[in-house]
């Protein structure tokens, strides 16, 4: 059986390389040789405070990120969340089996509450949204960073409480997460994770930055004050996570960058890593800036029309098994 992927993306502004390397690169690649769905979570992005004219500019310039590295709509399902109820009503369904222990644990509703982030009833059921977003194309593989784990485990367990209780529907997901860049991290406190809602633009290099900017940002990267390049993420996280960024731009395996760049000093290094993310993402840019956002636009109204109908199929289904099906 050939494989779906499914995976979203938040639309908050400010896409990093973070986002590219952990997830994005791999949204791209996958087409070829899966049944692909990308989804622009605009219901998630409500969970924290926003201003609503910035929230629906950011849809249609994630859409433009997205189709500027790679994602092909006609390969690829791209569609934004709100254009499918089924989203917000399997979320309902499966948030009455969701104990609410499960969600008192999650790492990220934790650490935003913890950040002064005030918690909603939204903020707090985000992993049940997010599970229904999953299990709704029944996709059986998703494609994210190290970040969203817990998340998958959720949606992995609600599918079998689902599966016991009323017969076998949905398959159970698996994360798709890479080797390297799985968690990259932020330049200026290198032992936080690169962050779309951190406040300090120097903490990330975002995909539309111009390779200036970016030079500049590596540059200043927060690394430490022993000059010898080495892989070791707890007595060097800074330079660990470059040697990440590296590798994952180059393709080639940390050690050999570290045989390469050991002893030849920070500045020649920093400035080899900014080399390579340039040549990985400045052609993001110089695409990102050639589409027009109608065409965007209706690239969207298309796949959200398209999703919605292959939602309203596999929904069915679910509201027999539950026991609300249609008269
Ligand atoms: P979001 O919008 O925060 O991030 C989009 C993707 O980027 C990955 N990512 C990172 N990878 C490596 N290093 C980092 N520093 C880094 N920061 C972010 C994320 O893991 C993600 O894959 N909850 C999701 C959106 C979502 C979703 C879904 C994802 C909603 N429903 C269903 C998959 C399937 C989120 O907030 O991603």
Request: net charge negative; charged share 25%.
């Amino acid at each position: 059986m050939q494989h779906r992927i499914f995976s979203g993306v938040q639309p908050t502004g400010n896409i990093h390389i973070g986002n590219y390397l952990g997830a994005f690169r791999n949204w791209a690649r996958l087409q070829d040789d899966y049944d692909t769905i990308y989804c622009i979570v605009d219901l998630h992005a409500m969970t924290v405070d926003y201003d609503p004219v910035a929230l629906e500019k950011a849809r249609v310039d994630t859409a433009k990120i997205l189709l500027a590295l790679g994602v092909d709509p006609d390969r690829s399902l791209l569609y934004t969340q709100s254009q499918v109820p089924g989203h917000a009503e399997l979320a309902w369904i499966l948030g009455t089996m969701t104990p609410m222990g499960v969600l008192g644990r999650m790492t990220q509703f934790k650490e935003k509450t913890a950040a002064g982030v005030a918690s909603n009833l939204g903020l707090y059921s985000y992993p049940v949204l997010m599970a229904a977003d999953i299990l709704l194309y029944r996709a059986d593989l998703v494609p994210v960073g190290d970040d969203q784990r817990q998340h998958i485990e959720v949606t992995r367990d609600l599918a079998e409480r689902f599966n016991n209780r009323f017969g076998d529907v949905f398959p159970i997901p698996e994360a798709y997460v890479p080797e390297t860049s799985a968690r990259v991290m932020s330049l200026t406190d290198p032992t936080a994770k690169m962050s779309k809602s951190d406040p300090q633009m120097k903490s990330r290099i975002s995909l539309l930055d111009e390779p200036d900017m970016i030079r500049k940002r590596i540059r200043s990267a927060v690394t430490d004050s022993d000059p010898q390049v080495r892989y070791d993420t707890a007595a060097k996280p800074g330079i660990s996570n470059l040697l990440e960024i590296m590798s994952a731009c180059t393709g080639e395996p940390i050690e050999s960058l570290v045989d390469e760049y050991a002893s030849g000093g920070y500045g020649t290094f920093k400035d080899a890593v900014a080399d390579v993310v340039i040549a990985e993402i400045a052609p993001v840019r110089e695409r990102f800036e050639a589409l027009e956002n109608g065409d965007v636009r209706e690239v969207l109204r298309v796949g959200g029309v398209r999703a919605n109908e292959m939602a309203g199929t596999y929904q069915s289904e679910v509201l027999r098994a539950v026991g609300v099906g249609a008269f």
